[in-house]
């Protein structure tokens, strides 16, 4: 009998790789938006300085006999306010368990299977909701801009011609800050419920677009830690239908911990109290972003993505997510990552054509200026390349032959992924950040869709999904 490998159970690998990143000391243009505690409410210094002191499971409130969650609720009318809303939940498994009680709350009542109007670009935690419910989905593919490989945004008309269904599932706005016209994309009669993840802060400036809650929706799911200031994991629910709010109480109580973080409920109070404090620091964060924007269009060889005439369905887009792309020069996002790392800077992510940046007010004039000098040393020099130097492949059109849930519980078999074409996956196949599947389970496996996994698995882009570590072989539905 082969002996067991005995590890060293005094490594601690994670909390290394923690340590090296702060140790380094890299400048983050990725989430959390406190941007590694820069921009939080002066109050709340001693919750994030001694954090171990605030990790309780009870708490002093003489006004709801101690009970936590009368505090909470309180916390939660006040967020409510902030946003006008009719209810509004504090969550603390971030947007997705939001997602996953809005699916349970609406298209799991009766047992009969219900059918969603979604973007085919929608993030892995509405896939999580299919399959949770059994619900049949009913994709609508983006726009995509054919220079960087980016998703826009569903064109109206598209989006239009599935109005018999049970529900829509808007994304608003999207992970590269591009917004549709949602207003017309509402479907009367139905639940409009929103991934508006990236979208907490629309609320607080008229100059940004229009928030998805000021739009005739039944509910929203907003990420208070991407680009606001609560802790990763910390997200907020809000309800704009009174009928609704009852089966997303039932829902949200089947799935959230029955041991909360108060580590995190208390950051995001703090969240919605330092919003609520600062009205401005939206706007004077934006002027300096617009300001720095137009200055790196000067750097030769340097894309900045702005939607155009050429995007004509986004109706406006969000300048704190900056898109730029060095395919002209000659580096992939990859590649232009790896060189902003060397130079101490960390995008939010790396796509085949370009990289993404999040901006927030926790980032200061000196913090821009750095990425500016990075971003003007790398591309000195560096000459036009003619054409495309990567090709660039995005959300190949694939058949479902099973519903998620059908495919995920079904008895499945492992092939090789080059053999695997005409086979339907049980996996789900997801490059991440950005979270959004290649390939669900139900769908028809293709050639496109292999050469696709091949070649982000060649430029080292994150493959989450595959039960294979080194994704040579992939998990069918067995025939």
Known sequence: MKSKKVLDQTKTPFLDAVERYVEKGLVPFHTPGHIQGRDILERASNLYSQPLLYDLAEVDYPEGAHDYEIARKEAEILLADLYGMERSFFLINGTTEGIH???????????TQKKILLPRNSHRAAVGGLILTGAKPVWVYPEIDSELGLATVCRTEDWLEHTDVDG?????????????????QIISGVYNLVDEAHG???RFSERLPKSAID?????????????????????????????????????LWLIESTSPNFILWSSLDAARALEAKNPDRWDQALDRVLTFREKLKNIPGL???????????????????????????GLNGFALRDELRLRGIVPELAEPGFVLFLLTPAHTQKDLGFLFDALQ???KGRKPVEGNTEQVF???????????KEAYFAESRKVSLRDSAGLVSVEMITPYPPGIPLLMPGEEITKEVIELIQYYKELGMQLRGFEDEKAEFIRVVAK
Not at 312 to 320: A, Q, R
Request: hydrophobic share 40%; glycine share 4%.
């Open 377 to 379: 040393h790398i591309f």
């Open 200 to 202: 907490p802060h629309l």
């Open 168 to 184: 829509a599932f808007h994304l608003y706005p999207n992970y590269y800050g591009l917004c549709q016209n949602l207003d017309e």
């Open 303 to 329: 894309t900045l993505f702005e939607p155009g005439v050429n995007h004509p369905e986004v109706h406006s887009f969000d300048p704190f997510k900056l898109v730029v792309s060095g395919r002209k020069a």
């Open 101 to 111: 009680a809005l699916f349970m709350a609406f298209f799991s009542q009766d047992g």
């Open 394 to 404: 995005f959300y190949p059109r694939l058949n479902a032959h099973l519903t998620p």
């Open 215 to 251: 739009s005739e929706i039944t509910a929203s799911v907003q990420s208070a830690h991407k680009i606001l200031t609560a802790l990763t994991q910390s997200s907020w629910l809000h309800v704009k239908s009174k009928d609704a709010i009852l089966a997303i109480e039932r829902a």
